[in-house]
Nanobody, 122 residues
Framework: QLQLVESGGGLVQPGGSLRLSCVAS????????MGWFRQVPGKEREGVSC????????IYADSVKGRFTISRDVAKNTVYLQMDSLKPEDTAVYYC???????????????WGKGTLVTVSS
C-alpha cells in the first residue's frame, strides 16, 4: 500500500529555515516523480517543487527559486524540501505527492500525504 508521511513543519521567523521530510512506503522513489505542494485556505494548491524518478530533473516554482531545495535519499526512501530565507507568504500546509506530472511545472500527483503546517511569522 502506497503511503506518504510528511514531517518537519512548524513555526519559524521570517528569514529562518526548515527542512521537510516525506517518508514513502509501498514503492521505491525510483518508480515515481515526487513533489511538494502547498495550500493556503481559500487558495488553489500550488506546486512548489518536484523531482523526477531518476533524480536528475527538478522543477521549482518561481516563488521559491533560489530559496528552496528538493532532494531525495533513495536508501531511506525519503524526499526532502530544504526551505531557506522563509517569508510570511510561505505559510501554508505542505503536502508530499507521488506520481507527479512534470511539464514545466509540478502539476499534481496520484497519491498524497496528509500534510504538515509551516507558519512563518515573527
Amino acid at each position: 500500500q502506497l503511503q506518504l508521511v510528511e514531517s518537519g513543519g512548524g513555526l519559524v521567523q521570517p528569514g529562518g529555515s526548515l527542512r521537510l521530510s516525506c517518508v514513502a512506503s509501498g514503492f521505491s522513489l525510483n518508480t515515481y516523480n515526487m513533489g511538494w505542494f502547498r495550500q493556503v485556505p481559500g487558495k488553489e494548491r500550488e506546486g512548489v517543487s518536484c523531482v523526477s524518478s531518476s533524480g536528475r530533473g527538478t522543477i521549482y516554482a518561481d516563488s521559491v527559486k533560489g530559496r528552496f531545495t528538493i532532494s531525495r535519499d533513495v536508501a531511506k526512501n525519503t524526499v526532502y524540501l530544504q526551505m531557506d530565507s522563509l517569508k510570511p507568504e510561505d505559510t501554508a500546509v505542505y503536502y508530499c505527492a507521488a506520481n507527479v506530472l512534470m511539464l514545466g511545472s509540478c502539476l499534481g500527483g496520484g497519491a498524497w500525504g496528509k500534510g504538515t503546517l509551516v507558519t512563518v511569522s515573527s
